[in-house]
């Protein structure tokens, strides 16, 4: 959802830069954004008055200057469990933190110390994992399944997810988006695999139980580290909205993935 174009550098099998990715943004070429055209990050980062698209930090046709004012390190099918990033051969969680450390060393070579602990402080942190880590790590995979009940593995990421923000919070991060789990049921990759194109209840129920104690660490959070806003996104029920309701936003096929 967030990976602008990461994983063309790696040996992975998540990868998206080919068509018809990319086919509705300008020129039709696909970038490594798993879609048409934008995702998420890059129309918040326009609605606060920015670029357009957001370059992924290891894009070598971008340099620090263009990461001053917005960089991914996301890796489409990692997870807060580095066992999934595994998985795919994504950039796991702690190597993204890594690539943030160098980010930082760099930013204040360009602009200095002191501008650049103000950009770090300022920006907008949005954090958007944890699908695969279901989808695949839990549900598909045997090892985590045989050594977790489901609730148990829940709390498991979530103390994945508690310590990252601490990292992220000592290293100078102050305004964090926790984003939530989408109805892991109702994905097209669930749904094409159910006769009917039904959701699986299942998968939903995991989703909306992980939500809750996400929204619960970000309250804690808040709590805890002193000067933070770190807030929980519910996209749950806001993609729900778009499946249940489709034509409300122009819709019109809904049961091919």
């Known amino acids: 959802m967030v990976d602008a174009g990461n994983n063309n550098l790696l040996p992975t099998i998540s990868k998206c830069n080919f068509a018809p990715y990319g086919r509705d943004l300008e020129g039709g070429k696909a970038t490594g954004r798993f879609s048409n055209g934008r995702i998420v990050t890059d129309f918040i980062t326009q609605a606060f008055g920015n670029k357009s698209l957001v370059p992924a930090y290891l894009d ?3 340099g620090i200057e263009d990461f001053a004012t917005g960089v991914t390190f996301a890796s489409g099918g990692t997870g807060f469990d580095n066992k999934t ?4 051969s994504a950039i796991p969680l702690w190597k993204q933190v890594e690539y943030f450390k160098d980010y930082q060393v760099r930013l204040a070579r360009l602009l200095g110390r002191k501008a650049a602990t103000e950009i770090i402080r300022n920006a907008v942190y949005i954090l958007s994992l944890g699908t695969n880590d279901f989808l695949i790590n839990y549900f598909e995979l045997p090892d985590r399944s045989l050594h977790f009940t489901l609730q148990e593995y829940e709390n498991f990421l979530t103390g994945i997810a508690h310590n990252f923000i601490v990292e992220l919070y000592r290293l100078g991060a102050r305004k964090i988006s926790l984003g939530g789990l989408p109805p892991l049921g109702c994905l097209p990759v669930k749904r094409t695999s159910v006769a009917g194109h039904a ?9 909306k139980s992980f939500d809750m104690k996400l929204k619960s660490l970000a309250a804690k959070l808040r709590g805890e580290l002193q000067g933070s806003k770190v807030v929980f996104s519910d996209i749950y029920y806001k993609v729900m909205d778009v499946i249940q309701k489709p034509s409300l936003y122009g819709f019109e096929n809904v049961n091919n993935g």
């Open 60 to 62: 070598s046709s971008y």
């Open 85 to 88: 990033a595994d998985v795919s």
């Open 199 to 207: 959701c699986n209840e299942e998968f939903n129920s995991a989703a």
